[in-house]
């Protein structure tokens, strides 16, 4: 189970191992994260549309679980005065790595963001994204909002992209929460939503279950469940991504991946 501090560290790390081992020329020069996965590309590209749409020139800008830092190196170009932490030293490593590959001065901190080590109302905009879906811990999570609402400025933002479901879903190392669970978990934060849509239909989770069957399938040397497509697996998920481009369109609900603004207040 995903859900203490020592067992996310872990997983991260790992994660980064297999970046670090696989996909260190993408990394630097694309900014992939992890995996060549055609619907995690899509994904970015979604979300970088709604960060393109955020006013940050001039701003002081915190993300939380900044992983590779692809997030702050892009907003940073758009004028932030961004810090990156995350729970990984690894991540960091790579994240610095990368912003020097760039000829950029990132402030990247191996940082639990339940602990933030920053003086309270120090940030305009504190932002996630698909990081509170991987703590399952109730505890872990309360301290990370809390934290957060400590750093972040009065009448500053909170952003979050986060996998929303109907009904909250759990696994060993994910959960899908409501709509109504991130808005309550952030108001008893002393935060009031400002705006929420979804940036993806729930269609995507298609793209899961080939990936789970072809690493029970096809054995490979990469372990802590962390897998490269087979051919097989990455043409269906084209097919899937495909599809997704389309739905998106049509898309209105309120779940699938939810893009988040909340107001400190």
Sequence with gaps: MIDKKHDLESYWNNTAEHIKRYRIKELLTKGIVGTLNPWFTYKKSRILKVLDRIEVK??????????????????????????????????IELAREAATYEGL??????IDGSHLSFQDGSFDLVFTVTVLQHILDEKMLDELLKSISRVTKKEGEAIIFEDVSVRAQ????????????????????????ASYYCISSPFYRLCVLPSRLANRIFRNEIKDEIREETFFTSLYLRLVVFACKRIDKMWQDEVGIGYFRFIRI
């Design 58 to 91: 001039d701003k002081r800008v915190l993300e939380v679980g900044c992983g590779t830092g692809f997030n702050c190196r892009y907003l940073m170009k758009k004028g932030a005065k961004i810090i990156g932490v995350d729970i990984s030293s690894k991540m």
């Design 105 to 110: 001065n990132i402030p990247f901190y191996k």
């Design 170 to 193: 759990k696994n060993s190392t994910y959960i899908s929460r409501t709509r109504d669970d991130y808005i309550t978990l952030f108001k008893s934060n002393d935060f009031k939503l």
